[in-house]
Structures are given as structure tokens and as C-alpha cells.
């Protein structure tokens, strides 16, 4: 009897433990949120870009500018400093051997799993790998 009375007691207090939870979760904005918006490249690896790459983060998809081709892919899903895409869709165009090169470490910052921060305050968003960091800074 003593037993019912307490696993009915806590059955009864799971629905607002998880309601407390998702309001603690809620007062937090999400990563993919906080990305959404227009970007363009500062710096790779520590060197001002060719051309504006750039980089357009929706809730659904990912575009962008290589410097040289356009690229494109859906988001599966974007949460705690990871995404996971669909592979990168590009334009063919012949482009010029630095940036062909510039090119292949965009690809690689993005489908490499990179470790993504934004820092809201200062508008910066980095995508981190063992080869390549991407520095994006937010375009009004």
C-alpha cells in the first residue's frame, strides 16, 4: 500500500519536472537560432579570404558563396555547437587555383563536423576543425 501511494505520488510529479525543464530550456535560445541570419568570411586559418564568401543560415538550409561557386544543402539539424547537413550541393564554375583552394577549406570547415560557437555579442561566428577555422562575422 505505502508503495502505490508513492510511485503514484511521484507519477504525479513527472509532467511538471518535465514542464519545469523545457521552461529552464526555453529561457536559453537555441544555437541554430542565434546562427540564422546572413554571414560573411573574415578570416581562414588565420587569412583574409579572396573574394566575400559568404554564408546564409535559414531554420531549413544553409547558402552560401564559396568566393568562386555557390553552395547549398539542408540542415538535419543544428544544436550544442554541431550540425549535421546533407552533403554540399555546389555550382561548377572553373575557378583560379587559390581559390579552388580557398574553396576545398570552406568544404571541409563545413562537412568536417566543426565544432561551431557564436559569440551574439560580438556578431562572430567560427567553425573549428583539427585542419581549418572559419571566422564569419554577422552581415546586417
Known amino acids: 500500500m505505502k508503495n502505490s501511494f508513492w510511485i503514484s505520488a511521484l507519477l504525479g510529479l513527472l509532467p511538471s519536472l518535465c514542464i519545469g525543464q523545457s521552461f529552464e530550456q526555453a529561457d536559453q535560445p ?12 573574415h578570416t581562414i586559418d588565420e587569412h583574409s579570404p579572396y573574394g566575400e564568401p559568404t554564408l546564409i543560415i535559414t531554420h531549413d538550409n544553409v547558402y552560401g558563396h564559396t568566393g568562386c561557386n555557390r553552395l547549398f544543402t539542408a540542415i538535419r539539424s543544428f544544436e550544442a555547437g554541431q550540425w549535421d547537413i546533407h552533403a554540399l550541393n555546389m ?10 583552394n580557398q574553396e576545398e577549406k570552406l568544404i571541409l570547415g563545413f562537412e568536417a563536423n ?27
Do not use: M
Open 91 to 100: 555550382t561548377e564554375k572553373l575557378c583560379t587555383a587559390a581559390l579552388s
Open 114 to 140: 566543426p565544432n561551431i560557437t557564436i559569440n551574439a555579442a560580438k556578431n562572430v561566428l567560427t567553425f573549428s576543425t583539427h585542419q581549418t577555422t572559419l571566422i564569419y562575422h554577422r552581415v546586417n
Open 30 to 41: 537555441a544555437v541554430h537560432d542565434v546562427a540564422l541570419g546572413n554571414w560573411l568570411l
